[in-house]
């Protein structure tokens, strides 16, 4: 690494961006007129498991947060890499592009193993999503607002000064 955040500042962006972004994430989908990411897990938990609504609804956002997490964790190793504007774009799209094809296996392969505690088929996932839809939109502003939040860290490590 080129030495642009520190591994604690890594640690640190990752989480607070990965916390925001998740959270306005889950905000924005009802401008799309989807169903919660968090919602349909808690009911599939319900359905599938012996969970209250309130385990089901914890359990969601925590997996929601951690998925969030990761992946900020992703893009902020790679800014903290290189963070200029080129490659920030094309991490967007990139990573954008990538969670929003694997998000429906993943998200019913995480249902199915949290809601019956037990590993489901591969063969009893659906296909990878790879419609230019809602879902792509949401992912790439994820990452958006994402390096938004590092281009500020970024900016503030680099100006003694910034409050």
């Given amino acids: 690494m080129q030495g642009h955040f520190s591994t604690s500042q890594i640690i640190k962006y990752s989480l607070i961006s990965g916390i925001v972004a998740g959270v306005l994430f889950i905000a924005f ?3 799309f007129a989807m169903g919660t990411i ?3 897990h808690a009911q599939t938990y319900m359905e599938l498991g012996a969970y209250s609504i309130l385990q089901a609804s914890v359990m969601a956002w925590l997996v929601h947060l951690l998925v969030s997490i990761a ?5 902020t190793i790679i800014f903290a890499i ?3 504007i080129w490659v920030s774009i094309a991490q967007t799209v990139a990573l954008g592009w990538v969670t929003t094809l694997l998000a429906t296996p993943a998200n019913v392969f995480v249902m199915k193993l949290l809601g019956t505690l037990s590993v489901p088929a591969l063969s009893s996932l ?5 419609s230019i839809d809602a879902k792509l939109v949401l992912h790439i502003a994820f990452f958006v607002l ?3 939040i590092l281009y500020v860290f970024h900016k503030r490590s680099n100006n003694p000064n910034a409050s």
Avoid: D, F
């Fill in 82 to 84: 290189n963070p200029s």
């Fill in 38 to 40: 968090t919602g349909r």
């Fill in 126 to 130: 659906p296909p990878v999503n790879t």
């Fill in 29 to 31: 989908q009802s401008l």
């Fill in 71 to 75: 992946y900020a964790g992703v893009s």
């Fill in 146 to 148: 994402v390096i938004a």
